[in-house]
């Protein structure tokens, strides 16, 4: 497994979660089958708008669905840009991510 940066994980406008990586694109993510899409113009990962999921449970598809199709591990960095992320979700994510450190 590769690992990846994410630059960015943002809630943009129309209330969509996204993870930007640093240097990876997955233009074929749909082929996981997990409401996960690429927007190239953007060179982001994004997943549908909440309605019964939370923004942190929309991350988790996001970050698995680039792991079995791609083979590339996302990681939240230093030097990771948080945009329109609530202090919560933020530590929620962060949590979420060192677990997954520690456990793989």
Known sequence: MV???IA???????GQLYVRP????????YRAAMKVGWDPLRGVLF????SE?????????IIT???????VRLRVGPGTIWSNIPVEL???IETDQASASSAG
Do not use: C, M, N
Request: no cysteine.
């Open 3 to 5: 690992d990846d940066q």
């Open 8 to 14: 960015e994980i943002g809630i943009d406008p129309d």
């Open 22 to 29: 640093k240097i990876s694109t997955f233009p074929h993510i």
């Open 47 to 50: 997943s549908p708008k909440p």
């Open 53 to 61: 999921w939370s923004y942190r449970d929309w991350f988790r598809p």
């Open 65 to 71: 669905a680039v792991a079995s199709e791609y083979g």
């Open 90 to 92: 933020r530590k929620q």
